[in-house]
Nanobody
Framework: QVQLVESGGGLVQTGGSLRLSCAASGSFFAINDMGWYRQASGKERELVAAVTLGGSANYADSVKGRFTISRDIAKNTVELLMNNLKPEDTAVYYC???????????????WGQGTQVTVSS
């Protein structure tokens, strides 16, 4: 059973910072991409940032220059450092991981339970 456990959400004022963390646990071979998505009230879930196994990162245009994603392959963790937060960043943030299994080889996407980020104006 694979689990993604997130932490680090909360309430912050405009211009403030938060760090989200996500740890994957369970029995698996490795993790391909890891990333963060968010879903604001009444809107669809959208990609915020993702990082490949090789370390390449990509970001939504709305967060470029403000958010930084990083991962620790050995610890199966991914973090999202969010700076200069804006009210429009308010959403539930979800960790996502593309998990690889062996015998037979297959991959499956897993999601965390979500963590609320609220930015007050």
């Amino acid at each position: 059973q694979v689990q993604l456990v997130e932490s680090g959400g909360g309430l912050v004022q405009t211009g403030g910072s938060l760090r989200l963390s996500c740890a994957a646990s369970g029995s698996f071979f490795a993790i391909n991409d890891m990333g963060w998505y968010r879903q604001a009230s009444g809107k669809e879930r959208e990609l915020v940032a993702a990082v490949t196994l090789g370390g390449s990162a990509n970001y939504a245009d709305s967060v470029k220059g403000r958010f930084t994603i990083s991962r620790d392959i050995a610890k199966n963790t991914v973090e999202l450092l969010m700076n200069n937060l804006k009210p429009e960043d308010t959403a539930v943030y979800y960790c996502n991981a593309d998990i690889m299994f062996r015998n037979p080889y297959r991959t499956k996407a897993y999601w965390g339970q979500g963590t609320q980020v609220t930015v007050s104006s």
